[in-house]
């Protein structure tokens, strides 16, 4: 990961360089270029080859050849780049797509050389939009991408603004909306970044698409609206039309008929008036479209027939071909195939029509600007850019390929590392736990049993020598007594973990009645809880029965309640009670009234670092009984936790298989 933010980071630096390094060769040469341009001579060739006729095609290419020598001769390379541009826009308006690529190549040729990296960006974007107009989304996408990097590296936020909103259109036409609404968002952070409001409306539209796709109608009624607000501030009347009819579509879409016809109205009466016929009629069509969801059939089929003579009037085909659709839908709904035959008949003929006119531009495009041989010299070509193309998109995959198995093997790698980590931790804490506890035996052994045996010896050898009173003797031999038990306490405990831990007898579980093993522990215990005069009691514990190891259960039953009777003042109480954990598991608690603990030696009272405390008549313990109840439970499928008496004192449950 260092070493991807590392490179990353340098890459980020190197573009910042090289825009740095770029950027003033380019603006100066950009200016000093533009000084010569004749720019009245070239204004007045530039409005007259927008105004040839588009059915005259040798004439637009003729007028621009001659133009061309004209600058070429005057070496004015800048007039001649956007004499290019303008003939390759006009050319593919009327849909010569073929020469209207010639020239866009040839301009952006002109603007390599001259290292103009913002003409580069608009015309590489423009060949993209011809690309797509084709119908070829992958090559306009590489186009684009192509046009965005130059963007970059030349610090053009326009140029970059523009290519974002493109590739977002390509998306939304392949269907790829989350990838188009991404692109839509990368165009508002270079806005944002450079408070710019590029492309604004476009990108607002295509978000609002998008959502439609997504069936928000509501956001993106929001952001139809929000276009129309902006367009309405720019005075942009064909922007507002557009905002207009979407607004009535989105309408449409969620049931809203009257609300989209009044959207729609409105658009058309905009239109209307800004003198905007051909917008007037495409939003027009739409009218028909909500009247059929409507039902209102026949004032659909008038207003459809009030568009298709006017449609026919400006020459508009695709919208009389979108007209003859409706017609024919209509028909259709109304069972009036007669009518709807008819109707198809006129649209298959425009249709035709159409398709003879796209073959003779064809042929026209090809006697003008190529010819036979040279139309075959760039089929070749085609050829060998297709090639090309493949071949360097079977190397990208093939990097792709290694980086993605690279990659997935990094992460297998890292995966096993860490998992081996784990165990090391897991380990290393079992080891640490089985250390301390070693440390707590030897402590014991040394410690306690020793000083008992220590103890017992030496008043052993007073008594044998004579030189204790009888009252005195007496009063050591019950020392001794209690310090004889309490060492056999110890080591049973030392032998029954063990025994544990060689013999493994955990999973040697039977059903055990509770309150058998309780009273067998007050039984035990009775002379230290007679002697503090302890009321202890077990809480409606007959019949309730577990499934646990007996020796495990019998020692955890006993430890709890001498631990309890040990930390109880004199008078004191303890209660042992149970209660229904879940489904599967019961819950024993020993509740006392004793001295209570802290919250920090709450969590702390069942780790081997535990140092043991006296009672409260200075009762002493080894601190292994705990350590030996948490291991014992969670061997039987359990869990011990301590927690705080609300009355007073120390509650210790801990859960058993219930039976």
């Known amino acids: 990961m260092e070493l991807i933010r590392f ?12 825009c740095y390094l770029l950027i003033t060769p380019l603006i100066t040469n950009a200016f000093q270029n533009e000084n010569k341009v004749d720019s009245v001579k070239l204004e007045a060739v530039l409005t007259t080859l927008k105004g040839i006729s588009p059915n005259n095609v040798d004439s637009i290419v003729n007028y621009t050849d001659q133009q061309i020598q004209y600058f070429k001769a005057a070496n004015q390379d800048v007039a001649l780049r956007k004499l290019m541009q303008t003939a390759g826009f006009v050319l593919s308006k009327y849909s010569y797509y073929g020469l209207s690529e010639k020239y866009y190549l040839e301009a952006v040729s002109i603007a390599k050389k001259s290292n103009n990296k913002f003409a580069q960006v608009d015309i590489t974007n423009s060949l993209g ?31 970059i603004a523009a290519s974002y909103f493109k590739l977002s259109t390509v998306r939304i036409r392949q269907e790829r909306i989350d990838e188009a609404f991404d692109f839509c968002l990368k165009a508002d952070s270079v806005n944002k970044i450079n408070n710019t409001h590029f492309f604004e409306i476009d990108l607002l539209n295509n978000k609002a698409i998008v959502y439609a796709i997504r069936g928000d109608l509501e956001k993106a009624l929001e952001l139809f609206r929000k276009g129309y607000s902006v367009a309405l501030n720019d005075k942009n009347e064909t922007y507002q039309i557009s905002a207009l009819q979407n607004i009535g579509l989105v309408y449409k879409d969620k049931g809203d008929f009257d609300k989209a016809l009044s959207y729609l109205h409105k658009g058309l009466e905009l239109a209307n008036k800004s003198g905007l016929i051909s917008e007037g009629l495409r939003v027009a069509v739409n009218i028909p479209v909500v009247l059929v969801a409507k039902k209102q059939y026949n004032q659909a089929v008038v207003k459809l027939k009030e568009i298709l003579i006017k449609a026919k009037e400006q020459k508009l085909d695709d919208l009389v071909l979108e007209v003859y659709r409706n017609l024919v839908d209509i028909a259709k709904t109304q069972d009036n195939y007669k009518e709807a035959f008819g109707y198809f008949t006129e649209y298959s003929q425009l249709k035709d029509k159409q398709i003879n006119e796209q073959k003779q531009r064809a042929l026209q495009e090809a006697s003008v600007s190529l010819g036979l041989y040279r139309a075959n010299q760039e089929l070749v070509e085609m050829d060998n850019l297709l090639f090309q193309k493949n071949r360097e998109r079977n190397i990208i995959f093939g990097i792709l390929l290694f ?48 000083g008992h045996q220590g103890t017992t010896l030496g008043i052993l050898n007073l008594i044998r020598d004579g030189d204790l009173s009888q009252e005195e003797t007496q009063l050591y031999l019950n020392m001794m ?13 030392l032998l029954l973990w063990g025994r544990a831990h060689i013999k493994g007898d955990g999973h040697l579980q039977s059903e055990l009645e509770i309150s058998k093993y309780i009273q067998g522990a007050f039984d035990l215990n009775s002379e230290a809880i007679h002697e503090k005069k302890l009321n202890v009691k077990a809480v409606d514990l007959e019949n309730t029965k577990v ?46 009234t004793g001295q209570g603990l802290s919250n920090d030696e709450l969590e702390s009272i069942f780790s081997p670092e535990i140092v043991s405390k006296r009672g409260t008549n200075n009762e002493r313990g080894t601190g292994l009984g705990l350590i030996l109840c948490k291991e014992f439970v969670e061997a039987n499928g359990g869990k011990i936790w301590a927690e705080q008496n609300p009355e007073q004192g120390t509650i210790v449950c801990f859960t058993c298989l219930s039976a």
């Open 481 to 493: 007594i209690k310090q004889s038990q309490s060492a056999l306490t110890t080591l049973e405990d």
């Open 547 to 592: 499934i646990a190891n007996s020796n495990h259960f019998s020692f955890i039953i006993r430890n709890l309640i001498a631990n309890a009777i040990k930390f109880t003042p004199n008078e004191g109480r303890i209660s042992v009670y149970s209660r229904t954990y879940n489904e599967r598991l019961l819950k024993i608690c020993v509740a006392d």
């Open 129 to 159: 939009v011809l690309a797509g107009k084709m119908g070829d989304f992958v090559r306009a996408e590489a186009l684009f991408l192509q046009a965005l990097l130059l963007a970059k590296k030349g610090n053009y936020h326009e140029g």
């Open 7 to 18: 490179l990353t980071k340098l890459r980020r630096m190197t573009t910042l360089l090289c």
């Open 403 to 450: 980086v993605a198995i690279l990659m997935g093997f990094l992460v297998f790698i890292l995966f096993r590392l860490r998992k081996m980590n784990l165990r090391l931790n897991v380990q290393k804490t079992l080891l640490t736990e089985s250390n301390n506890i070693k440390n707590k035996l030897f402590s014991i052994i040394g410690h306690d049993l020793r």
